[in-house]
């Protein structure tokens, strides 16, 4: 009993290191700027294709995923990071005033800056799960931030929970934090994803 929790823990961390450092290696590949938004694609596809079947995995699959999504990945990436980036640059200012009625700017700049990266990852995993085009795929991320509830919760709590603990831990950002992000958002939107499987059928 003990040993297979620990076989299927370790199975896990195993999977988590490889799509991570494929992350790296992919953003690397694109010096960074041209990188994220492909490697984010390519290790969440490649997680929905074998799961947590570490034998499966294979790096020519996932640079074939990369180089055939690089160019409508990276777009798509922008399209949220950008105005994230603008919003938070926005925030800081903001916060740096000292009068009462900013407050309720502050709020809904929060909000905003919780929104954006959400919806952006929702975006990830409808394209991801389903042959959406992108328009498409933000309209359902969007149903999704506002409908299911429960699973945005479970998302923002564990995706918060995984940046404080890389924030104790620097290091993990290599090797499980990236990688564990995006398992977590396809664990938390499966339900979503079903409900629009459904609906397609």
């Given at each position: 009993?003990?040993?297979?929790?620990?076989?299927?823990?370790?199975?896990?961390?195993?999977?988590?290191?490889?799509?991570?450092?494929?992350?790296?290696?992919?953003?690397?590949?694109?010096?960074?700027?041209?990188?994220?938004?492909?490697?984010?694609?390519?290790?969440?596809?490649?997680?929905?294709?074998?799961?947590?079947?570490?034998?499966?995995?294979?790096?020519?699959?996932?640079?074939?995923?990369y180089k055939k999504y690089f160019w409508l990945a990276n777009l798509h990436?922008?399209?949220?990071?950008?105005?994230?980036?603008?919003?938070?640059?926005?925030?800081?200012?903001?916060?740096?005033?000292?009068?009462?009625?900013?407050?309720?700017?502050?709020?809904?700049?929060?909000?905003?800056?919780?929104?954006?990266?959400?919806?952006?990852?929702?975006?990830?995993?409808?394209?991801?799960?389903?042959?959406?085009?992108?328009?498409?795929?933000?309209?359902?991320?969007?149903?999704?931030?506002?409908?299911?509830?429960?699973?945005?919760?479970k998302f923002v709590a564990g995706t918060a929970g995984i940046i404080a603990i890389t924030f104790f831990?620097?290091?993990?950002?290599?090797?499980?934090?990236?990688?564990?992000?995006?398992?977590?958002?396809?664990?938390?939107?499966?339900?979503?994803?079903?409900?629009?499987?459904?609906?397609?059928?």
């Amino acid at each position: 009993m003990v040993g297979s929790v620990m076989q299927k823990a370790f199975v896990r961390v195993l999977v988590l290191i490889i799509l991570n450092l494929e992350f790296w290696l992919f953003s690397l590949a694109g010096l960074l700027v041209l990188g994220f938004g492909p490697a984010l694609r390519a290790i969440y596809e490649t997680f929905l294709n074998h799961k947590f079947r570490y034998q499966e995995y294979s790096f020519k699959e996932s640079w074939k995923i990369y180089k055939k999504y690089f160019w409508l990945a990276n777009l798509h990436f922008y399209v949220f990071f950008l105005p994230m980036l603008f919003v938070f640059y926005d925030l800081y200012l903001t916060s740096q005033m000292k009068t009462p009625w900013i407050l309720p700017v502050i709020v809904t700049m929060i909000v905003l800056e919780i929104l954006i990266p959400v919806v952006g990852m929702y975006t990830l995993s409808l394209e991801s799960n389903f042959d959406v085009d992108f328009k498409n795929a933000i309209k359902l991320a969007f149903a999704e931030f506002f409908v299911d509830f429960s699973g945005l919760i479970k998302f923002v709590a564990g995706t918060a929970g995984i940046i404080a603990i890389t924030f104790f831990f620097p290091g993990l950002l290599l090797f499980i934090s990236i990688s564990a992000v995006v398992i977590w958002c396809q664990l938390t939107t499966k339900n979503w994803i079903y409900k629009v499987e459904s609906q397609i059928e």
